[in-house]
């Protein structure tokens, strides 16, 4: 180490000291990190999560009065009142309230609803049916079964105007008692005391099913003794609805023909047009049920007698 200076020699002393290992590493200032490349992913499309908003503008109002409500908000303007949820105290407190504010609106314009239920409860339904009974004798009530109604919302199907409960092609009933509403547990008396209001409850639903209907009770009692499923020709025929909306046949393969086979002619509806003016519903007097029963009398509006009142 003759020649070598004191700086180096002291440097070349520490690294023999360090180790082997130390005189690999590369100075603090000589490294570089490589680039980082970040993971791009994209989320998957849906739908909205929430109630679609549609453009609205006030009667007399101008571009600049254009606002941004929720879809139903916009069809409660032109009195459509679409169900499509279970049916319990909070929502139908929501849809007895939307009633009758539409009946102070204008008490001899037609309200519609459209209804597409997998469900409702006995007593909600009960103060439905009745507000419907007892405040909406002037106000006509037409209901549409969209794809199902069961239990309690087929029941509902019926109690609208004589001649304007309707439904779909392919929409189905179900009939059926309804058990209690929440569990209940207790003493052996009050269970019984609980149980008799329930059996109590489907037989005032079956009286006024019978009414709806012109069935007699005992019918009604027997059919309700099983789930009873109706579709929407057989509903027809049972009494739950009076029509089926049936599409505009253009040419011989789109003619609809019942579970029969038999042809059920039509010219046209425009379902969806929300204009008594312009609904034009099935007139084939030889249409029947799907099950094979005759055509009764309310097929035509003009012979069908005013709904019963209770």
């Not at 941004?68 to 032109?78: A, E, T, V």
């Not at 139908?92 to 939307?98: C, F, H, P, V, Y």
């Not at 409702?120 to 405040?135: F, R």
């Amino acid at each position: 180490m003759v020649g070598l200076g004191r700086p180096m020699l002291l440097a070349c002393c520490l690294l023999l000291a360090a180790g082997p290992s130390a005189a690999l590493v590369a100075p603090r200032a000589a490294r570089t990190r490589a680039p980082s490349c970040r993971r791009v992913t994209r989320s998957p499309i849906s739908m909205p999560s929430t109630e679609p908003m549609v453009p609205w503008k006030p009667p007399g109002g101008g571009y600049q009065d254009t606002y941004f409500i929720p879809i139903s908000q916009r069809l409660y303007r032109d009195r459509i009142i679409v169900l499509g949820d279970f049916l319990d105290e909070q929502r139908s407190n929501n849809l007895i309230a939307t009633l009758l504010y539409l009946k102070q609106e204008n008490k001899r314009k037609q309200i519609s609803l459209y209804i597409n239920i997998p469900g409702a409860l006995m007593k909600p339904t009960m103060a439905v049916y009745d507000t419907l009974m007892t405040e909406f004798q002037e106000t006509p009530i037409m209901t549409v079964n969209l794809g199902l109604a069961t239990g309690m919302a087929a029941f509902l199907c019926a109690a609208g105007t004589r001649g304007k409960r309707c439904a779909l092609p392919n929409s189905r009933f179900l009939l059926q008692k309804t058990g209690l509403d929440d569990p209940y547990q207790g003493q052996a008396l009050d269970i019984g005391l609980k149980v008799r209001d329930n059996i109590v409850d489907n037989q005032n639903m079956a009286r006024e099913l019978a009414k709806l209907t012109g069935h007699t009770y005992d019918k009604i009692q027997r059919d309700l003794s099983r789930d009873f499923y109706l579709s929407s020709f057989e509903a027809r025929e049972y009494g739950l609805v009076d029509k089926v909306l049936l599409p505009k046949i253009k040419n011989d393969l789109n003619v609809i023909t019942d579970l029969n086979g038999r042809r059920i002619l039509m010219e046209d509806n425009n379902f969806g047009s929300f204009n008594d003016n312009q609904d034009k519903y099935q007139s084939d007097a030889g249409a029947g049920s799907g099950y094979g029963g005759k055509p009764t009398a309310a097929d035509d509006d003009k012979d069908v007698p005013p709904p019963a009142q209770v």
